[in-house]
């Protein structure tokens, strides 16, 4: 769980600092959209196969922290047969309480991201096999996109915020008082950089001041 969630964290960076190209322009966004797709890593490999080598492991790695979480669930209900008699949280953070229904809800998301992006059977504006700049100026002209997009990036930056401090503690590094406050802190910072970074570029759209 912690190791497929912290490779997701680090596709989600990478991700979001692509998008941020859209404000260089439509031609440097195309083409950054158009490199990622075409001549990575050519030509140790054929061109356009990186995305397909890519897409396969982080396939892998979704699949491998789905199962993570089913397996952990079921064990954490087994562990216990009878209710708690007292229920009031006395220390859990509202993202970690959040975590199961917050992926889930998050992966329901993705997959609308997927068919609206990568596969464009959902056209929000646009036209199938439009140019991506094109493709995200039109869906983020329109509110009901942008909002959308603002509660699943919120959602998705709550599963980071816990989901950073869980792993980092899981492979052993929340050792001591000072460590806890790090890594608290660190996690964070990742889930800021990335709820500003992802939802800034869909808000200049969606104002006006890119378009
Ligand atoms: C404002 C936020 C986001 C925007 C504007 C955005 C935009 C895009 C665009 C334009 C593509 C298609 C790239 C292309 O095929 O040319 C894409 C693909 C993708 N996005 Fe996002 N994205 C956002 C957030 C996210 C988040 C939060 C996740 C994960 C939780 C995510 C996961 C993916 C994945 C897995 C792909 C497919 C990559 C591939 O084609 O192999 N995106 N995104």
Known sequence: MAITGLIMVGFLLMHMYGNLK??????????YAHWLKGDILYPL??????????????????VAHIWSAAVLTGRAHSARSSK???????????????MRWGGVILAGFLVFHLLQFTAQVVTT?????????????????QWW???????????VCLHVRHGVWSALTTLGANTSAKARSFLNGLAWVIAIVL???????PLAVQFGWVK
């Open 22 to 31: 859209v404000f260089l322009g439509a031609d440097a966004f195309n083409h």
């Open 84 to 98: 708690y008699a007292v229920t009031k949280r006395l220390s859990q953070t509202y993202a970690a309480r959040t």
């Open 145 to 155: 996109v942008t909002l959308a997009y603002l509660v699943w990036v919120a959602i």
């Open 195 to 201: 709820f500003v970074g992802f939802m800034i570029m």
């Open 45 to 62: 490999v054929p061109s356009g196969t990186f995305i397909w080598i890519f897409r396969v492991f982080l396939l892998v790695a979704i």
């Open 125 to 141: 504006g646009f036209r199938a096999g439009s140019e991506p700049y094109d493709m995200v100026i039109a869906s983020f002209s």
